[in-house]
């Protein structure tokens, strides 16, 4: 009885909630995503609120994994991965960006997923903070910038890049484009991008 | 059988879709929050498309409305009433914001309302790059800046804001900050500062 393991559930779970949103998830639509049943889904999760944290603990930690693996050869190497990370058009069956707005609407009348989302946004201003910070102690980013106030304000724009690549016809590489004349104009200092 | 004006139709709409979301939108529902009937509404829309059709239309409207009403002494001031305008937390029954986010949601369906989800984009990029130019002109904001990529990249963070306000639990105050500083930091010149 336990051969689907969790992840193939959770993963199904993300599918659907891209595929049928939120408010028309069941689990007769996720048990059509694996190849199980409903009764398989309640032997991991008993009931959908469960299998739903679980998936949110997944989702996150899908999300942190990815932002830890960002690695480049100087700090404004790394936020360019990390911009590239974070805005390249997902897979969409299973898009981080529309699986967040999804929960960003739930959001509204969930004190749990709202708490989650908090989670997520922590994350990226932590993960962002953490590079400009390496950038201003070895002198290729402005020593006069804040670091905590740059880091929430990217985070800021990165989160708006998500919602108009779901909302609109806005491309990905447009927003990567914007964010990174932002970076190169106005965190990077004039010395370093000469040499 | 003419006497509930279209726009009380057309704000109980709105109230409906913050408060139950699109996905459980009804016409009943609507009709619950006029003090009218569902045949009523059916006089003003043939269609519960032609009744969203005319509430999208409708909150355009309002938008580019609030957006041209924006006035300030110098563009700098001008821009600061923008944010704070735009920013400011809605009356939560009618939020903008919440219904911007429910439609970013519907629009994965509905290439109408991701059409207009874009005139939106559009309105808010143009005004942005309006009182940017001006700014430019009147030798207050950085002649070396190119209004229309400062002009998107401010609408990405504007997105932003309005999506982390709808998610977690950060305040339009804290994010009307980031983006205030952004702004004196990169856009306003030194000297202009300082007169």
């Known amino acids: 009885m336990d051969e689907t393991p969790p992840t193939e559930i959770l993963d199904a779970t993300h599918r659907s909630l891209c595929t049928h949103g939120y408010a028309n ?7 059509a995503e694996t190849e ?26 899908q999300y942190t ?17 990390l911009l590239k990370t974070v805005l390249s ?6 898009s981080l960006q ?9 959001s509204q009348h969930d004190d749990h997923i709202q708490s989650k989302l908090t989670d997520f946004e922590t994350a990226l201003v932590d993960r962002l903070q953490e ?13 006069e910038m804040e670091p905590d106030v740059t880091a929430e304000f ?9 919602t108009r690549q779901t909302a609109s016809d806005c491309s990905a590489d447009q927003l990567y484009g ?12 004039a010395e370093a991008v000469e040499a």
Chains 1, 2 share one sequence.
């Open 131 to 143: 590079i400009i910070e390496a950038g201003v102690e070895s002198g290729v980013f402005d020593p």
């Open 98 to 106: 529309r699986a967040l707005i999804e929960l960003t609407i739930q």
């Open 154 to 162: 990217l985070a800021t724009a990165i989160m708006g890049a998500h």
């Open 25 to 31: 998830l069941t689990l007769e639509k996720i048990a």
């Open 89 to 94: 058009p997902d897979d969409s069956e299973t």
């Open 36 to 61: 199980t049943s409903k009764s398989l889904i309640y032997y991991h999760y008993e009931t959908k609120q469960e299998l739903f944290s679980a998936f949110l603990d997944y989702l996150f930690d």
């Open 65 to 81: 994994t990815r932002l830890s693996n960002v690695d480049g050869q100087t700090p404004p190497h790394e936020l360019d991965i």
């Open 178 to 189: 914007t964010l990174v004349d932002y970076i190169e104009s106005h965190l990077v200092v």
